[in-house]
């Protein structure tokens, strides 16, 4: 049985579309510069925090130091982001762009959409690492050249060279390779956290490294 709540339906322009799912590939593929970019388009000066929004496993998209750690842990703001800055936050995210006179631009509806969703999807035992998989696909997708789109209309196959089909699938598989890639930063990251393991996989990546080295060398 499928229960379609409609009000998670929301509607945006294809440019503000677009620059979404860039912002979602770029946060896989770890751009920051491009992220940084974009999450200024969204978050203003919380654009450091937009990504964790979407996914906590875009954590390296941005850069955090102790004083961010420290305020997470403690359950406070962290230091550079006043109320002020939280309220144009939301403000702008209701209406992300002012010049849509049908207010199409809702971000703030988009991601309530996908915070259910995600709730939906815990419950359901859904592994982050898939979420963020259809993430990664879903937002390749949507920048996809026309006619390779979703639901996109191509009057003939001639329009889509093979080239063209071979480099979007290409990175689809790369997409979901670099997923996998997060999955390995992350545990590597939980592992480091505790401390009885630091001296062990400190000493198994020299040891990985020696033999990279050897290798290279022999």
Avoid at 31 to 47: D, K, N, V
Avoid at 57 to 78: M, Q, Y
């Amino acid at each position: 049985i499928i229960i379609l709540d409609h009000g998670l339906y929301h509607k945006i322009d294809a440019s503000l579309r677009r620059d979404f799912c860039q912002l979602i590939s770029s946060c896989i593929l770890g751009r920051r510069s491009r992220i940084r970019e974009l999450g200024e388009q969204f978050a203003g000066p919380l654009h450091r925090y937009f990504p964790l929004l979407l996914s906590p496993w875009f954590i390296f998209g941005s850069k955090f130091g102790r004083a961010e750690v420290k305020a997470a842990r403690d359950g406070t703001l962290p230091p550079d982001v006043r109320l002020k800055d939280i309220g144009d936050f939301l403000v702008g995210l209701h209406d992300t762009s002012g010049s849509n006179k049908e207010g199409n631009n809702n971000m703030l509806g988009v991601l309530h959409s996908m915070g259910y969703t995600r709730g939906l999807l815990n419950d359901l035992k859904l592994p982050e690492r898939q979420r963020v998989k259809a993430f990664g696909e879903f937002a390749t997708r949507g920048t996809a050249p026309e006619g390779l789109r979703p639901g996109s209309v191509c009057a003939s196959p001639a329009e889509i060279s093979l080239a063209t089909s071979w480099q979007h699938y290409a990175k689809l598989a790369y997409v979901s390779c670099q997923v996998d890639v997060l999955a390995v930063q992350l545990n590597l990251l939980v592992a480091l956290s505790q401390p009885h393991n630091q001296v062990a996989i400190t000493a198994a990546l020299g040891a990985i490294v020696a033999i990279g080295y050897w290798k290279l060398n022999s």
